[in-house]
């Protein structure tokens, strides 16, 4: 029982503060017994309905970032699927680059070849008798 009053005892402050508004809410008297005026409640009232509204309002706004955020995520899930795929296809072209460029060596070379060959064919009838 001490432990929980223990506990307790940091809501003392707050309790102090709020027992007088309680007791001339629900007794209309003050701590001393006597009657107390009556509390004008329409200011705090009205507080509660601007913080109700208010409340609704964040809740609101909240809900459409939500949603904004959702559509974001897919639009960012859509983006990177579609630089994956640009990815595997500048592989690809690599790849499919590196490939022409030794076929394009390897053909140079043998028209070089080709060139030598017709040069030796055609200069043996020339000089060769002669």
Same mark, same amino acid.
């Given at each position: 029982?001490?432990?929980?009053?223990?506990? /307790?005892?940091? @809501? *003392?402050?707050?309790?102090?503060?709020? @027992?007088?508004?309680?007791?001339? $809410? *629900? *007794?209309?008297? #003050?701590?001393? $017994?006597?009657?107390?005026? $009556?509390?004008?409640?329409? #200011?705090?009232?009205?507080?509660?309905?601007? !913080?109700?509204?208010?409340?609704? &309002? =964040? %809740?609101?706004?909240?809900?459409?970032?939500?949603?904004? /955020?959702?559509?974001?995520?897919?639009? !960012?899930?859509? @983006?990177?699927?579609?630089? &994956?795929?640009? =990815?595997? /296809? #500048?592989?690809?072209?690599?790849? #499919? =680059?590196?490939?022409?460029? %030794?076929?394009?060596?390897?053909?140079?070379?043998?028209?070089?070849? =080709? *060139?030598?060959?017709?040069?030796?064919?055609?200069?043996?009838?020339?000089?060769?008798?002669?």
């Amino acid at each position: 029982m001490w432990r929980v009053l223990i506990q /307790l005892r940091v @809501l *003392l402050p707050y309790l102090a503060r709020v @027992l007088p508004l309680v007791e001339r $809410g *629900l *007794l209309g008297t #003050n701590l001393t $017994g006597y009657a107390a005026p $009556g509390i004008d409640t329409s #200011n705090l009232e009205r507080g509660i309905a601007g !913080v109700s509204e208010a409340q609704r &309002d =964040l %809740k609101t706004a909240l809900n459409a970032q939500a949603d904004e /955020l959702h559509l974001l995520q897919e639009q !960012v899930a859509m @983006l990177t699927r579609a630089v &994956d795929k640009d =990815l595997l /296809l #500048n592989e690809e072209l690599a790849t #499919n =680059l590196a490939s022409l460029r %030794k076929l394009a060596i390897a053909s140079i070379w043998v028209v070089f070849a =080709l *060139l030598a060959v017709l040069i030796a064919l055609v200069a043996y009838p020339i000089f060769g008798h002669g």
